[in-house]
């Protein structure tokens, strides 16, 4: 399987692969492109007999992912395409001082100690450079021959150090000190980070954020390590670490220090996660921007994202775990808190379908007549694509009102369908969040009503009471 399909469960994919093999149509499955829970997953369903990854003296997201260290405990072959870093990099790789020095003791390539490089760390890797001349084949050949001293291991591994990682020996430093700590706040984009963060900061611990300083996560390991360096005891970092490789290097700097490395994962659902970005946007803006004004707001704040950017995060998500190099991990769980003084009840009713008729209209006045807030949501896509004007918009939704036989106060999307680029469109909770921030809304005390088949889900998700249009009780 050359990656996994986002759109695809993998266990889909790879049930398939071993419907394959069970019908004798493939001999062993492979995977390719895959993180640690990916491979864990796969094998919990067929064996697996090989991975190939991306590895190389020049990319080493492999080791540092923890990839190459499982494959090896595993005793799964690891086939390591673009060994030598592709064309882009052959030109660095014959200058290398290192990779040159080395070559000239063996009287080979350089490219032949990168490629030596990868087959010394375990035998269980396979290069696989993209031999085609016959200069190239015998190359590989002759560099899969090559013995390294002890000397060309001790160079190698301080001008790449991820492959230390895999060698008795030769391992980070194992954390001792006591005094110290560095705290790694994780979670999806809105999770909550920054509200934990600042309860380590005025614990006193000093905070680190690429978002503030500008700049990597590398760059951010690279201060990480300065600020250890010049004597700091207590520090927290709380950008989106969702991929094992940055968290190593986060590891690896605090490491070699000696100071522990504590995980805290916000295990915060993106349903939560998106109505923690909406209100953020709501309380700063008064408003949802649209995608245009997002991507500029983006610039100077860093809480102005799209959609998009929670999903992505959710698709490249490894939950952390201690077998990384963590202290321990503690795992946090969200819990919503309703807006000090919101107490107000409504009904809020997806107006379009024709669902306001006067048998709905009925009911919703004796809400209204309760002292409920009566509220309306809209999707108008024609204000986008320019075949409607918002001044016709108005004059439906009026005739709503007409029909209620009192003024319903309604809210609309104006984008266009596709992939979510506004914080607006249903199911997406923005609108929803808007109405409970202008009125002061208890989502307890609001009921919904909607007729799609997202309206359950997008009610439960607002903390909203779902009822079918017909369904609503009478109070």
Not at 427 to 437: A, D, E, N, S
């Amino acid at each position: 399987m050359h990656a996994p399909d986002p759109r695809t469960p993998l266990s889909t994919s790879v049930k398939a692969l071993a419907a394959l093999k069970r019908d004798g149509l493939v001999e062993r499955i492979g995977l390719s492109n895959v993180t640690v829970g990916q491979i864990e997953e796969a094998r919990r369903i067929t064996e697996i007999d090989s991975v190939q990854v991306e590895l190389s003296v020049w990319n080493d997201a492999a080791l540092l992912s923890g990839v190459v260290a499982h494959c090896i405990a595993h005793d799964l072959q690891l086939l390591a395409y673009r060994p030598i870093g592709g064309r882009k990099s052959a030109a660095r790789t014959a200058s290398h001082p290192v990779l040159g020095a080395i070559a000239a003791e063996h009287e080979v390539s350089p490219a032949d100690i990168a490629l030596a490089w990868l087959t010394d760390l375990s035998g269980l890797i396979v290069p696989l450079p993209g031999v085609t001349r016959t200069a190239t084949a015998i190359a590989s050949v002759r560099a899969q021959r090559l013995t390294l001293t002890e000397s060309d291991r001790r160079m190698l591994d301080d001008a790449f150090p991820a492959g230390r990682r895999l060698k008795g020996g030769h391992s980070v430093v194992v954390p001792s000190r006591r005094d110290a700590e560095v705290v790694m706040v994780m979670g999806l984009p809105g999770a909550g980070k920054t509200t934990m963060t600042s309860q380590f900061v005025s614990e006193g611990y000093e905070r680190l954020n690429r978002d503030q300083a500008g700049g990597t996560l590398k760059a951010l390991s690279m201060e990480l390590d300065r600020t250890l360096a010049d004597g700091a005891s207590r520090i927290v970092l709380d950008n989106t670490y969702t991929s094992r490789k940055s968290r190593a290097e986060v590891i690896q700097a605090a490491a070699a220090h000696g100071v522990p490395v504590r995980g805290v994962w916000l295990s915060t659902s993106v349903d939560d996660a998106q109505i923690n970005a909406a209100s953020r946007l709501v309380t700063r803006y008064g408003r949802l921007p649209g995608d245009q004004e997002l991507t500029a707001l983006r610039r100077t704040d860093v809480a102005a994202f799209l959609p998009t950017v929670q999903f992505r995060y959710q698709r490249e998500l490894e939950p952390p775990d201690v077998a990384e190099g963590f202290s321990r991990v503690d795992v946090v769980p969200f819990v919503r808190r309703a807006p000090e003084g919101h107490r107000q009840g409504a009904v809020i009713v997806w107006t379009d379908d024709g669902l306001v008729d006067p048998t709905l209209a009925g009911r919703l006045r004796m809400y209204r007549d309760a002292g409920r807030l009566i509220l309306g949501l809209s999707w108008q896509p024609g204000v986008s694509d320019g075949t409607r004007t918002p001044e016709q918009v108005a004059a439906d939704l009026a005739r709503l009102s007409d029909i209620a036989g009192f003024a319903i106060e309604t809210e609309y999307c104006p984008h266009a369908a596709g992939p979510p680029r506004c914080w607006c469109r249903k199911p997406l909770p923005g609108l929803g969040v808007l109405l409970i921030h202008r009125h002061r809304l208890d989502p307890a005390q609001c009921v919904y009503v909607g007729s799609a088949h997202v309206d359950p889900g997008y009610a439960r998700k607002l903390g909203f009471t779902y009822y079918a249009p017909g369904d609503l009780p009478p109070i």
